[in-house]
């Protein structure tokens, strides 16, 4: 069962993306969002990346990762806001991380 993952808070302030990364699965996508970009940053990001084998889609909303001055890493994906509302539709469950 695939699950979008939305995390929205930074890793440097909470452990919600610990958390989402110990229940990530194989199918699941992650959409880093508002604060949530700064996880690009974070040293979990490279576990991440390394465990990653194309099972699971990392992205980041470009608008929001633009607004906190971020650059965006060449393994993860930039999308658009509008992009998140067609993912919820084809993942079977949305997980909030706030």
Not at 30 to 53: A, E, F, Q
Request: net charge negative; proline share 1%; with cysteine.
């Amino acid at each position: 069962m695939s699950t979008l993952h939305l995390v929205r808070q930074s890793a440097f302030a909470s452990n919600d993306f610990a958390q989402c990364l110990s229940v990530l699965d194989h199918q699941d996508s992650v959409v880093l969002m508002d604060d949530g970009c700064y996880n690009l940053k974070h040293p979990l990001m490279d576990s991440l990346i390394k465990r990653v084998d194309g099972s699971v889609n990392i992205n980041v909303v470009v608008s929001h990762a633009q607004a906190r001055a971020i650059e965006i890493i060449t393994a993860v994906k930039a999308i658009e806001i509008s992009d998140v509302v067609e993912l919820t539709f084809t993942h079977k469950k949305v997980i909030t991380w706030q």
